[in-house]
């Protein structure tokens, strides 16, 4: 599922415009993104959680020339799968 086909799901399910349907789902992704941005643990109950998580700068290496290269810190967010959405996907 994509986010066209989410917003089209929310229109259906609750009859209301497209456009109202975008703004909810619009809204929703942009206040976990903000979340996650400022650092804070979005968690969904039941379905998952998303995290940010922190990485150190360390010294790795160009695959090409083996040469050694600093790799600067940074911040990725992670993703973490509910009790109940495992067992929900296991069973169907």
Do not use: H, W
């Amino acid at each position: 599922m994509n986010k066209l086909e989410l917003v089209a799901a929310l229109k259906n399910d609750r009859g209301i415009s497209k456009t109202d349907a975008a703004k909810v789902v619009q809204i929703f992704f942009d206040s976990m993104t903000e979340a996650l941005a400022r650092g804070e643990r979005v968690e969904i109950r039941g379905l998952c959680s998303f995290y940010v998580k922190e990485y150190k700068s360390y010294t790795g290496r160009n695959p090409k020339t083996g040469e050694p290269v600093v790799i600067e810190p940074k911040k990725l967010p992670f993703f973490k799968c509910g009790k109940e959405l495992k067992e929900r996907v296991d069973i169907e």
